[in-house]
């Protein structure tokens, strides 16, 4: 299955597409919250949090800092990917 192209918001994707667009840049689901995903970055952390209109990221460096950041589902998964990959 092919994902929409990049520049298509996110609320056009189906649920599977954006699973598989989290898996594919190392996402992994959290097996009790399935709408949990956790991503582990050599200098950072982050776990991301489908909400009903957006995605929730929760950025963790070491043990003290923490940041979060919404991201709306209005945005395309070129943008959010730039955003929510880079790091906090």
């Not at 189906?14 to 699973?19: A, F, G, K, T, Y």
Request: aromatic fraction near 10%; include cysteine.
């Amino acid at each position: 299955m092919a994902l929409p192209s990049a520049d298509t918001p996110l609320y056009n994707h189906p649920l599977p597409d954006i699973e598989d667009w989290l898996r594919s840049q190392g996402c992994q689901q959290d097996s009790e919250a399935l709408h949990c995903w956790h991503l582990e970055h050599p200098d950072w952390q982050a776990d991301l949090i489908l909400e009903i209109d957006a995605i929730v990221v929760r950025y963790r460096r070491g043990t003290s800092e923490e940041v979060q950041r919404v991201f709306k589902y209005s945005l395309s998964r070129q943008d959010l990917s730039e955003a929510i990959f880079s790091g906090p």
